[in-house]
């Protein structure tokens, strides 16, 4: 493929699938221009557009489209080449739910902006109208503001994109880089709710309740109370990654960043999880429906909510993220040192891991409490 100038140069995903080319960009340096081997960001792994209810589908629909109408020139293979490069499925899924925010954003607000000519100023304006509320697009609810949490994290996914951009696409500057465009602070705890120990106990004999005509369903659940896996991790476990290390049976799961860690599986665990992989061959899902579809987030929500209803638990707000706060809630609360916490949840600061202290013990006795007390006395 000839060289040629930056501006302009068309990728096409098919006719480029397997070639790319070095080109020049103003600045002088040699950029290896991004040829994603995909005719769409919906064959990437993980990323299968959801458009009907139970079609297997991994990802919103809407935001594959969004992205796939993207001029096929340097901006969508870049895109898609950044989307394939992530670690995870749960890191690209990440990726594309962010970038497809940001297009919907600068869709209302900078209509006629190209992807690649975003400014820091541009980023800035983002980032006041996602935390104030004043967003018309790139968030689900209008007029309810991003908490801090979630307005970092989607500056950190635009900072990696555009410096994905400089490397690969020329790009002069990293609009988004953190030098240029302030984080929020984000608070030292964690604002996912957890459920307490005795609903988790509860979720687990509801779980061994629903076993006998839901298998899949008590296996999924089981293994979300119990190892604090992410839902992607829980509905993408094949047969092969489960077998016995030093008298244990362990799952070995690729966590967030592409790092493989070996979770051991509880005897109860065990019981509903060990014959998921009877008759599979390795490379087989084991979560999966009855038809044999895999699980996704929704349906394992699904199955948490009849585990629950079988405990007598209140489903409102069960979620897999629900159950891994939870996890992570109970071992720090129960004083398990937090780098085994953080082995655990596959994190790779402790900083994230400690968002989960929540104080529960500090919270029973808290000086509130009294005070309601003395409160009550005097009336």
């Known amino acids: 493929m000839d060289d040629a100038p930056l501006t302009g140069t068309l990728i096409g995903a098919a006719a480029a699938a397997s070639r790319a080319s070095v ?36 990802v919103a629909a809407a935001d594959v489209d969004l992205v796939d109408a993207l001029p096929r020139d340097l901006a969508w293979s870049t895109v898609a080449a950044w989307l394939t490069a992530g670690k995870s499925v749960s890191t690209r899924r990440a990726r594309l739910a962010d970038l497809a925010a940001w297009l919907r954003w600068l869709q209302a607000h900078a209509p006629g902006l190209a992807l690649l000519a975003a400014t820091e100023d541009t980023v800035t304006g983002y980032r006041e109208a996602i935390a104030t509320g004043t967003a018309r697009a790139g968030i689900k609810t209008p007029g309810k503001p991003l908490s801090a949490a979630s307005v970092a994290r989607r500056l950190s996914s635009l900072a990696s994109f555009y410096g ?22 984000v608070a030292g705890v964690g604002v996912t709710p957890s459920r307490t120990l005795g609903e988790a106990v509860a979720l687990l004999e509801g ?25 992607a991790e829980v509905a993408g476990l094949s047969a092969e990654r489960i077998g016995t290390d030093a008298g244990h049976y362990v799952i070995r799961v690729r966590v967030k960043g592409g790092k493989t860690v070996a979770v051991p599986l509880p005897p109860r ?9 009877e008759g599979k061959r390795p490379a087989d899902l084991i979560i999966t429906r009855e038809d044999g579809r895999p699980f996704d987030r929704w349906r394992l929500t699904t199955a948490l909510r009849r585990a629950a209803r079988a405990a007598e638990v209140d489903p409102a707000g069960l979620t897999p993220h629900v159950l891994r706060a939870t996890a992570a809630t109970l071992l720090l609360d129960a004083g398990v040192p937090v780098e085994l916490v953080q082995d655990l949840l596959g994190h790779a600061s402790p900083v ?7 104080g529960t013990r500090r919270l029973d006795g808290h000086a509130t409490y009294r005070l309601a007390s003395i409160l009550a006395g005097g009336a």
């Open 269 to 277: 665990v065990c019981a509903l999880v060990l014959p998921r992989t």
């Open 23 to 58: 080109t020049v960009s103003p600045d002088g340096r040699g950029v290896d221009v991004p040829a994603p081997m995909v005719a769409s960001v919906g064959d990437i792994a993980g990323l299968a557009p959801r458009r009907a209810r139970g079609d297997g589908g991994e």
């Open 352 to 358: 994230t891991t400690q968002r989960y202290d929540r």
């Open 164 to 185: 994905y951009a400089v490397r690969r696409a020329g790009l002069a500057r990293n609009p988004a880089a953190a030098e240029l465009v302030e984080r929020p602070e």
């Open 207 to 231: 779980a061994e309740r629903i076993a006998p005509g839901h298998p899949g369903d008590a296996a999924a659940v089981a293994l979300l109370i119990s190892t604090g896996l992410r839902a």
